[in-house]
């Protein structure tokens, strides 16, 4: 089992920057991969990033494709989730993710494939 927390959000202004950081706690945090979605008062949670175990292979949203970079550092158990030139549309509460990895460099998109889930970071991005 692995316990998630997330840190990082803070009120931005658009085309601002910011630096989301998941924290995971548990020795085989190598085995899972990982992702990061977000969600709006009254909307369904959305995908937006995912990497695979080894960091090899990361995928986004078409939303956030050439904005946010995805990455992890699984000597220090933690996924990072840079976001550049941010957007009012980007706010919103995001979350972590962790999915055993299974066989393969894979990443995974979908809501409910995901076994854990942080308590979430509010990012707000005023215009």
């Known amino acids: 089992q692995v316990q998630l927390v997330e840190s990082g959000g803070r009120l931005v202004q658009a085309g601002g920057s910011l630096r989301l950081s998941c924290a995971a706690s548990g020795r085989t945090f190598s085995s899972y991969r990982m992702g990061w979605f977000r969600q709006v008062s009254g909307k369904e949670r959305e995908f937006v990033a995912a990497i695979s175990w080894s960091g090899d292979t990361t995928y986004y949203s078409d939303s956030v494709k050439g904005r946010f970079t995805i990455s992890r550092d699984n000597a220090k158990n933690t996924v990072y989730l840079q976001m550049n030139s941010l957007k009012p549309e980007d706010t919103a509460v995001y979350y972590c993710?962790?999915?055993?990895?299974?066989?393969?460099?894979?990443?995974?998109?979908?809501?409910?494939?995901?076994?854990?889930w942080g308590q979430g970071t509010q990012v707000t991005v005023s215009s």
């Open positions: 993710a962790a999915r055993h990895h299974g066989l393969g460099d894979y990443v995974t998109v979908a809501v409910s494939e995901y076994d854990y």
